[in-house]
């Protein structure tokens, strides 16, 4: 994703946010762009990008900076990990399995739902931080590939894989591993690695929903009503549970957050 | 209307909506685990009340489908996933129940022996176990996926159990390829079931009310209801109490309603009955002049014991001479648990009055008034112990027969009871004492020397009589008078044991009415201890809750600030190596310019290098303070921090966090610390080659002067 500023003076310093290096993993996906400071030119260079990932070469080669800096960007991601970490928390329970499908369901619904704004829409790009936090790592090698093999369409899979996890989510599909094979198979399916070979019709629904609206990486905000408008069975059920998100775990009055512009580091 | 048949169109999708009408609605839900299906099939229930569906077959339907379905399911992307939907319209109910089949859909063979209802293989079994408790079985499997889904309906009106072989269609299986070629039909409305208001739907009403205050079990709850039910029977409206208060009380009420049975002629309509009939008594004697015969006691007797005139003239039951009729008393007295109690009091007093029947009948044999009464505690009927008379004319007969009949039915409203009274020892001892006291009055007053009198003159006058008349209608005359006089110590005797029940009565209400008095005190005083302790609670709460919210404010103040300061330092520090930088590349130029530059350009330059010099000391005076600054911050951070991990325990993320800045801060302070020391360093050093490049200046000078006065010299030669 192409972000604003790929240097940065040093009297931006505020704008960015440092981070000891140490802290820095290998193969995970980045949150905002990626900063580091050059003394002889008193200015920030950008490593990485938004939805880019370090390789361990990489990681040894850049831990001489002792300190990284994101993009302050990184701050809006902060309710979407919170929530993603507390549905992990949740699903990851020993004693999931006592608790009932719909109080399941229910719960999960009630994270995940203020994370629509009241405007009724949200980033594919925070469902991407979001889910990514929830799930399993697609894995090292797999993710130098796809990186490898194109860049937009290895970050057009990350986004509808986990497009298709939120909707699953949604739908009351409340299983860690559940998610983490749909995400899987979402991203081998569009990589093209895998052909998709879903043995579930509605969540086959799911993933075709997920690639018809979020066809790529340029599509910046998904709206939730946009399922109020199909007749499908699986829309009807995201429609009515957007309109339990809106009428009852929404916060009123909450805009949503945005990658793009001032706030933001991308460029729209 | 619902949705035809699937005979005009091609089913190519699950989904049970496309058998209802377009305004249905369908709730879903998709189950990872068969956990908790009966509360499932609950919250399914509670959004069908309201139609006529029959909810022992929905129940089957829902638990048996999705029970089942687990034993044939095929774990997908690793998860064993049920989903059920359950749809209706007005007409009928459709429920579906998708997984995963493991085994082989052969669809010929299901039909086949589903439909000789000869199921073979574990699908079939399922099938034709739905089949069974249901109006229609739709059956879809898709075969790219082996995604099957069985969907059982159930008609409104044949579950009313009209037509009960009423079908809504037989067997039908769809078995379809991967992709969608028609427009998907849908419901109006799909819920799922956790965006139900579960908790309210699951939770009966009357739980609703109780069981969150009091934490009660359902069992508890229940027979709670059921008690307090019948206390509002008892009561009425005007119920004085709480459940609570009448579960600690019962014990008491308990007694209270022990003492209704045993206790009798408390209540001051009998008390008052009990004076008029002694009235009557006396009028009696005084009027009745005339010898009646003595009647014995007829079989009616026991009836009469038993039944009491109304004053509407009916007879009504009066049973033991107890508040409540028979029926009544064990109606109300058994929640109280005294039902069994009750039984064993009515058998004792079959027991007394087959006593009574047994004395009556010793009474017939005797005559004797005296034994009946020494017979009867407290005195059931006194008979008159006159001996009956053939000619005896009609007139006195009759005469005679009321006044029995009377006082049967006196005695029978002046008997306590028919039981053992609940008296104590003492009390029965008192009781007979009194009464004694007033036979001893009666015998030894006035009216018992007027009749030892009258006896004496009576035996006087039937020795002087010769005609036997005389003689019978004297004795008839004495036994009246000392019949009545037994009757009057009797009544005494009756007045005492009523006075003294009453007063023991009264003693056991005051007391019981003074105990739950104090246990219902108690009971305020606990609920207030309670409440008390909820507020101290709450007030607690909402202490640490402030606390929580400051020290939250606190630490994101905290940890912008230590943001803002680790911007500032690594501005500083920057600041600081570029002024490093500048600084070494002078102190290069000027060693070259020692080094090289000719001794008057030096001279020129020499005043550049002292400007510069100036400045470097006030850089490093500058550079002295940041670092001076970078102490105080750090000490700040420190204390900072220590505060922080002092109050905020559990924060480790955080505090980690915290220290790892700090880390970094130090390990930045330190460098720049060490830098500062470079510079210090350097500084020294320039200052000793300022030294030195002067002293070489002062040599240049003295060079410069003597050659200035060589070449004067030269010139002036």
């Known amino acids: ?37 050059l003394h002889k030119n008193s200015k920030f260079l950008a490593l990485k990008g938004p939805l ?23 701050e809006l991601c902060t309710p979407f990990v919170i929530a993603s970490k507390s549905v992990k928390d949740i699903l990851s329970l020993e004693s999931v399995d006592m608790i009932p499908s719909y109080e399941l369901s229910d719960s999960v619904l009630r994270l995940i739902g203020p994370l629509w704004s009241s405007e009724n829409k949200i980033e594919p790009y925070f469902i991407n931080i979001f889910v990514d936090e929830l799930c399993a790592p697609l894995g090292n090698k797999k993710m130098e590939e796809a990186s490898l093999l194109d860049v937009d369409l290895f970050e057009c899979a990350l986004l509808q894989s986990s497009w298709a996890v939120f909707l699953a989510l949604h739908l009351g599909y409340c299983n860690l591993n559940f998610l983490n094979k749909l995400r899987l198979n979402t991203f081998d399916s569009v990589m093209g690695f895998e052909s998709y070979n879903g043995k579930n019709e509605e969540v086959e629904d799911l993933i075709s929903i997920a690639r018809s609206t979020l066809k790529s990486i340029e599509t910046k905000v998904l709206y939730g009503n946009y399922f109020d408008k199909k007749n499908e069975r699986v829309c009807k059920k995201m429609s009515s549970k957007i309109n339990r998100i809106q009428n009852e775990v929404c916060v009123t009055g909450l805009k949503s957050a945005t990658i793009f512009g001032k706030e933001g580091a991308f460029s729209g | 209307m619902a949705k035809n048949s699937t005979s005009d169109q091609k089913i190519n999708k699950f989904g049970v909506a496309q058998y209802l009408s377009d305004f249905s609605k369908v709730l879903y839900n998709n189950l990872f685990v068969n956990l908790y299906a009966g509360q499932t099939t609950d919250l399914l229930m509670t959004q069908l009340k309201k139609t006529k569906v029959n909810e022992l077959k929905m129940r089957v339907l829902v638990l048996f489908g999705l029970l089942e379905a687990r034993s044939l399911n095929d774990r997908v992307e690793g998860e064993s996933l049920v989903t059920i939907e359950c749809g209706f319209d007005d007409e009928k109910l459709a429920i579906g129940v998708t997984f995963n089949l493991k085994d082989i859909f052969n669809k010929k063979q299901i039909e086949l022996n589903v439909g000789q209802k000869n199921p073979k293989t574990e699908i079939e079994r399922y099938i034709n176990a739905i089949t069974e408790y249901s109006d229609g079985v739709i059956v879809h499997y898709q075969e790219s996926t082996k995604r099957i889904e069985v969907i059982a309906l159930l008609d409104f009106d044949a579950t009313e159990g009209i037509t009960e072989n009423k079908k809504i269609k037989d067997l039908e299986i769809f078995v379809f390829g991967k992709k969608a070629e028609v427009p998907e039909r849908t419901s109006e409305k799909y819920i799922e079931l956790g965006d139900l208001n579960y908790k309210d739907l699951l939770k009966k009403e009357m739980d609703k009310n109780v069981s969150e205050e009091l934490d009660l079990s359902y069992g508890e709850f229940i027979a709670k209801n059921a008690q307090e039910n019948y206390i509002k029977k008892l009561y009425g409206s005007k119920d004085p109490f709480s459940y609570d208060e009448k579960v600690k009380l019962k014990d008491v009420t308990n007694r209270l309603y022990d003492e209704k049975i045993n206790v009798s002629g408390g209540s001051p309509e009998e008390e008052d009955t009990l004076e008029k009939k002694v009235g009557d008594y006396r009028e009696v004697l005084q009027s009745e002049t005339q010898i009646v015969k003595g009647t014995p006691a007829s079989g009616d007797d026991e009836q009469i014991l038993r039944e009491k005139p109304s004053t509407d003239g009916e007879t009504k039951p009066e049973g033991y001479n107890v508040k409540f009729s028979e029926d009544e008393k064990e109606e109300k007295l058994m929640p109280y648990g005294v039902g069994e109690s009750l039984k064993g009091k009515r058998s004792k007093l079959n027991e007394n009055d087959n006593e009574t029947i047994k004395i009556k009948g010793e009474y017939e044999d005797t005559q004797q008034a005296t034994t009946v009464k020494d017979k009867l505690n407290y005195g059931l009927i006194e008979k008159k112990s006159i001996s009956s008379s053939e000619d005896t004319d009609e007139a006195s007969k009759k005469s005679e027969e009321k006044k029995v009949e009377a006082q049967k039915v006196e005695a029978q409203k002046l008997s306590p009871i028919e039981d053992e009274p609940t008296l104590s020892q003492s009390s029965k001892d008192n009781i007979e004492k009194d009464s004694s006291q007033l036979a001893n009055t009666i015998d030894s007053g006035a009216f018992g020397k007027i009749l030892i009198k009258g006896k004496e003159e009576s035996e006087e006058v039937k020795r002087e009589s010769k005609e036997d008349k005389t003689k019978k209608w004297i004795d008839r005359f004495m036994g009246d008078l000392f019949s009545e006089k037994s009757k009057i110590q009797l009544l005494s005797k009756q007045l005492n044991l009523s006075i003294k029940q009453k007063e023991f009565k009264f003693k056991t209400k005051e007391k019981s009415y003074q105990e739950e008095l104090r246990k219902r005190k108690e009971i305020i005083h606990k609920k207030d201890i309670i409440l008390n302790n909820v507020k101290e609670q709450v007030h607690n709460l909402q202490v640490k809750l402030a606390k929580a919210k400051s020290e939250t404010k606190k630490n994101v103040g905290g940890d912008i600030l230590i943001k803002n300061q680790l911007t500032k330092y690594e501005k500083l520090l920057s600041v600081s190596q570029d002024d490093n930088e500048k600084l070494g590349k002078q102190v290069l130029e000027l060693k070259k310019q020692l080094s090289n530059q000719p001794a008057k350009v030096m001279q020129v330059e020499n005043k550049d290098t002292l400007l510069e010099l100036n400045n470097m000391k006030s850089d490093h005076d500058r550079l002295k303070r940041h670092l001076e600054e970078f102490k105080k911050i750090n000490k700040q951070l420190m204390e900072k921090l220590t505060q922080s991990n002092k109050k905020q325990g559990t924060s480790i993320t955080k505090t980690t966090e915290m220290k790892n800045r700090l880390e970094q801060a130090m390990v930045l302070s330190m460098n720049s610390k060490k830098e500062v020391t470079n510079l210090q360093g350097k500084l020294t050093d320039k200052v000793k080659e300022e030294i030195k490049l002067k002293n070489q200046l002062k040599l240049l000078l003295v060079e410069v002067k003597k050659l200035k006065k060589s070449g004067g010299s030269s010139s002036a030669a």
Do not use: C, G, W
């Open chain 1, 52 to 74: 880019d990932f370090f390789t361990e070469q990489e990681m040894e080669k850049y831990s001489t900076y002792e300190v990284m800096y994101f993009h302050r960007s990184i």
């Open chain 1, 1 to 37: 994703m192409d972000f604003y500023y790929k240097k940065l003076p040093l009297e931006l310093f505020n704008e960015l946010r440092p981070f000891p290096v140490s802290k820095v993993k290998p193969y995970q996906l980045l949150l905002a762009p990626v900063y580091v400071f």
